[in-house]
């Protein structure tokens, strides 16, 4: 029973990460139409900017989070002006995808040349965990949940509730359209960049402490492709509810196999594709834009 | 005179073929000989790994669908052609054709499950395949011997000659590759080459004119089945050992880079990029620690300025160069330079 919840509390953990990194695919895919090969790539970079700022130059952990805010900021825009600005009349948009996988590679090979290429830890926000019993959960994992859930009702906010989201959205939708009312397209695609950049580095930083900062962060960006699609393809809370579905599966598979756990998460997805090939919640994006 | 173009078709086929080979073998006398053996493996290695991208310009040039799968087709073949021969102790003929027969089956099965679905739900459920595929080969111990790998695959023995060496294997393997590009250029003026095509620029149109996109679609991934499989066997007995750790993802990925930096569009320029790809970090080896950096640095410049690779630059530069001599216009058709 312990055991089980123990797996129940890392799999939600280990989900809504998976979770956040599907949400910038999804907005990315909305807004630019990238499928995003670097995501994986870009939370690492977050995991690595952790360790830069707090283990190599012992910064005060507020400048520290200042600074990483605006360097995730930056590598957000030059990304945008990288993988989306050249490629915008294109009629090809598997260059674009080609374009991220560089990108991604480019950004892996900078973090092992100038942060460093061993694989380091990080100490958590708050050492320590708490006790209930036999049952234990690190500090670290509520700040996971905390914070992902306060993006997540930051996002909700920002495009429901805000005029700058609608007008995102609208941009997203359709750009012709958005273009011939004056929306700048071009500077809330930027925005959206930056955002998703801030997003995935964020949770990058927060898993740092607990799976230790190297390039093989960027392996969680198959489970979020997974994620995508069992949850529903194109939809926010698809990609929530199949971020976190993804995680307990991964969680309880460790109760029979720890060698296949990719065999599971992905024989999941295949039968998902099989049984119910919209998701969990249905898929909400036009067929024709694939 | 139907027949006298026939003739004179069937005449320059001859020529250019004696041509290539004539030129294969120049290569292999005065370049391969003289190279070091590493070198001559990576260049081989990139031949082989042409058949998987062969497949994949099938896949995404005429079909315009994304298959992620072709390193997993190519593994299961190998890792298959591997296992009888070394544990079943069966020939290499039959071994080779056992794993090129267990890809087309691997192929059918996903396809059939996969091709129904749209161009995103279908790149990532071969993408699974490649995961799933990786796991596999690296536990399932009694099948592929795991993180060691198998070893011991016997040599091939053709027309009376043993190709114990990488030297020995470059003109075969050239010449295959040759006999592939001349399949692919048939494969692309034959109705299922032009039913293809319509299913890529418009799915709705292709039906409303009779072709079933669906079967057209499936064959056109069992045939890169095919092709990957062949890939895979030939690899098992090229090197005689095989590793797990290549059946990966960033093997797939590279995969897509040698197809869209030779040229999308294009059998030949894919079978430089394959080449360029894999002997890159021999050219550039004095790059040292920053060789990735430039190698992903140039991806993405190669797609910003020239995103139909190496083959479209030729022919924009082709076309521009008669525009000047000539003074006027040839007509492109706007899906070619697109």
Redesign the interface.
Known sequence: MILFLQQTVTGICVGLAYAMIAMGLILLLRAAGV?N?AQGNLMALGAYFAYLFLGKLHLNPAIAVILAILSLIAVGIVFCC??FF??KR???P??????T??????IS??C??FITTETKSVDPIVAGSLHLGSFIIPYQYFFIFGVTALMMVGLWLLFDKAYCGRVMSAAAQNKYAADLLGIPTNLTTMLTFCIVVLMVGTAGWLLAPVYRVSNSLSIFQ?RA??A??IGG?GSLPGAIVGGIAVGLIESYSTYFTT?????V???A??LV??VR?QGILGSK?K?DK? | MENGTKRSRFLRLLLVSAVVIAGILLVDKFFIQNLKNSRVNLINVALIYYFSVAGMYLM?GLGGC?SMCSIAVMGLSAFVCGFTNTKLGWPLFPAMLCGILSSVILCAVVGS??M??????F???T???V??G???FQ?FSAFTGGPNGTSGISKLTLFGKTFSTFKSWFVLLAIACYLLILLLHRIKNTSFGRSLMAARDDETAAYSLGVNVYRTKLLAFIISGVFSGIGGALYAVHNGTISASLFS?TTQ?SF??ML?LGG?MSPVGALFGSILVNYLPEIARSAG??L??L??????L???FM??GLAGLLKNQYQKLRKLLTGKRKKTTAKES?
């Open positions: 499928m090969f990288v993988c050249p490629f294109t009629k090809w598997q260059a674009m995808l080609i374009c996988i560089g990108a991604g590679t480019v090979e900078c092992l040349c198959a492709f997974a995508l699609i393809f060698t296949y756990k990719d065999v998460v992905f024989g997805l295949l594709l099989a090939p994006v067929k694939a | 995404l994304m499950l996969l129904k679905l749209d161009g995103r739900a790149m990532f459920g993408m699974a395949l995961y799933i990786t796991s596999v536990n993802f990925q897509i880079i869209m999308v620690t920053y990735n950096m190698y992903g640095a140039l991806i993405v190669l797609m910003i995103p139909m697109a």
